[in-house]
């Protein structure tokens, strides 16, 4: 199966500031990678899809990049709803897997 | 709107059996796969099983194949997971999920508790 790797585990961010995520594929994936942000409670909730594509109603402060194994998450100005668990996960073979997950907290 | 109603969950002794629902509304059920994802506490996501839209075709983890069953009836916009042989490890939260290529919706999530 494809392992997906996130880094960091943590990221300590202020309101404003800009975050940036990594996800790391063990194989390629292509463009077949979604970005999914998890409050604490709640259920996941997909945020892009097609590695860049924002899902609707998520706002343009977020956006995904890369191809192949690699693959960022930015979220530019982040908002206090912002500071939640993001997990990236490939859908280019089976099983679907994700990675374990990005930690944004307030700093 | 898209709508997923997970029930079932709840306490059982190891080696017991569940069964879980997914209710769907909202949108053409029959024409999507649909999948079970799991969270133990304080852990991250988990695939656990998936089914095609024709309910010909399953998918399943390593962790539950031989022990686990899908099924989903499209005259009833329902998906179901019979669980057996549960084990402490199968402790989680799982939610049911659409997927259109990627999973695009969530449902809430039904607490299973594998414990004596």
């Known amino acids: 199966e494809i392992v997906m790797t996130q880094s960091p585990a943590t990221l300590s961010v202020s309101p404003g500031e800009r975050a940036t995520l990594s996800c790391r594929a063990s194989q390629s994936v292509s463009s077949n990678l979604a970005w999914h942000q998890q409050k604490p409670g709640q259920a996941p909730r997909l945020l892009i899809y097609g590695a860049s594509t924002r899902a609707t109603g998520i706002p343009a402060r977020f956006s995904g990049s890369g191809s192949g194994t690699e693959f960022t998450l930015t979220i530019s100005s982040l908002q206090s709803e912002d500071f939640a668990v993001y997990y990236c996960q490939q859908y280019d073979n089976w099983p679907r897997t994700f990675g374990q997950g990005t930690k944004v907290e307030i700093k | 709107e898209v709508q997923l109603v997970e029930s079932g969950g709840g306490l059982v002794q190891p080696g017991g059996s569940l069964r879980l629902s997914c209710a769907a509304s909202g949108f053409n059920f029959k024409i999507y796969s649909m999948y079970w994802v799991r969270q133990a506490p304080g852990k991250g996501l988990d695939f656990v099983s998936g089914?095609?839209?024709?309910?010909?075709?399953?998918e399943h983890a390593d962790s539950v194949n031989g022990r686990f069953r899908i099924s989903r009836d499209n005259s009833k916009n329902t998906m179901h997971l019979e669980m057996s042989s549960l084990r402490a490890e199968d402790t989680a939260v799982y939610f049911c999920v659409r997927e259109n290529y990627y999973f695009d919706y969530w449902g809430q999530g039904t607490l299973v508790t594998v414990s004596s």
């Open positions: 089914i095609n839209n024709k309910g010909d075709n399953e």
